[in-house]
């Protein structure tokens, strides 16, 4: 599995969405599914998929699925 | 009168001062802003200045100008709620929020000057309850005060609002994985 394809399922397994709902334009509180509550796991299930440990700036920075992607090349993980 | 300036969850509390009317009046008429206030009239200069003047001294309420990364994004208010008390010796108080910078609207941010305040009023002031009235019309910040704990007590069916508690317990029950996430460390 690419990071790509592990980010898409690190989305779908915190928010409960499906895969093909995570695209790019997908942001924090555009859908129901993710809320601040969701926000934490996803964050949880980045870092335990990645092996990093995002700072706050990342944390609150990390506002939709392209910006976790320009997040993660910090850490330097390329999706 | 508020004197009090904290930092907590990456943000800066300000008790305000004339010098932040401008900014204040700007985002108060800002219309997604304005739907969701009680009064929802367009505010002159000169009544926002009439405003702080009249609550710059008061003891009933106090507000801030909240600053992240050395911008303003919003502002926070307490106000006492039991009738001849000061925010200081009220056990129950109303709090307030609006983020006026667009960038940090709905982002886990808005979480930081509400944290930042409520654990302010639980460990210094007598605070032992926050009260919310909230228009059923605005379920985002119904949900926002759910996440922080608040339980929906009253809603009237007369009325448009509803009444909202948070206790101190709830409180620290509901946010303490919020506030780790808020309150890491930066990289170095």
Same mark, same amino acid.
């Given at each position: 599995m690419n990071n790509n394809e592990k980010l898409i399922n690190a989305f779908t397994t915190a928010l409960?969405?499906?895969?093909? #709902?995570? /695209? @790019? @334009?997908? /942001?924090? #509180?555009?859908?129901?599914?993710?809320d601040s509550t969701a926000h934490m796991v996803l964050i949880a299930e980045i870092e335990n998929v990645f092996d990093v440990m995002l700072d706050t700036d990342d944390i609150i920075d990390l506002s939709s699925v392209a910006q976790a992607k320009i997040i993660l090349q910090k850490y330097d993980v390329n999706t | 009168m508020n004197k009090q300036t904290f930092t907590a969850y990456q943000v800066t509390l300000t008790p305000i001062a004339r010098e932040h009317q401008h900014v204040l009046r700007h985002w108060r008429n800002d219309p997604e802003i304005q739907q969701q206030m009680f009064s929802a009239n367009y505010i002159t200069e000169e009544q926002q200045l009439a405003w702080f003047d009249r609550i710059n001294?008061?003891? &009933?309420q106090w507000h801030w100008i909240v600053s992240y990364k050395g911008e303003f994004i919003g502002s926070t208010n307490i106000k006492a709620? =039991? !009738? %001849? =008390?000061?925010v200081v010796e009220s056990q129950t108080l109303e709090a307030g929020l609006y983020i006026g910078d667009a960038r940090y609207k %709905?982002?886990?941010?808005?979480f930081a000057p509400t944290l930042a305040m409520y654990d302010f009023c639980f460990e210094n002031?007598? &605070? !032992?309850e926050f009260k919310a009235l909230v228009k059923t019309t605005n379920s985002a910040a119904i949900n926002y005060n759910q996440k922080l704990g608040?339980?929906? !007590?009253a809603q009237s069916p007369d009325t448009d609002v509803c009444e909202m508690i948070l206790t101190e317990q709830d409180y620290r029950l509901n946010t303490t994985v919020l506030k780790q996430l808020l309150s890491r460390a930066k990289k170095q």
């Open positions: 409960g969405i499906e895969a093909e #709902n995570v /695209t @790019d @334009d997908l /942001t924090y #509180n555009a859908i129901p599914q993710w | 001294d008061c003891n &009933t709620i =039991q !009738k %001849g =008390q000061s %709905g982002n886990v941010l808005a002031l007598a &605070t !032992k608040y339980k929906i !007590k």
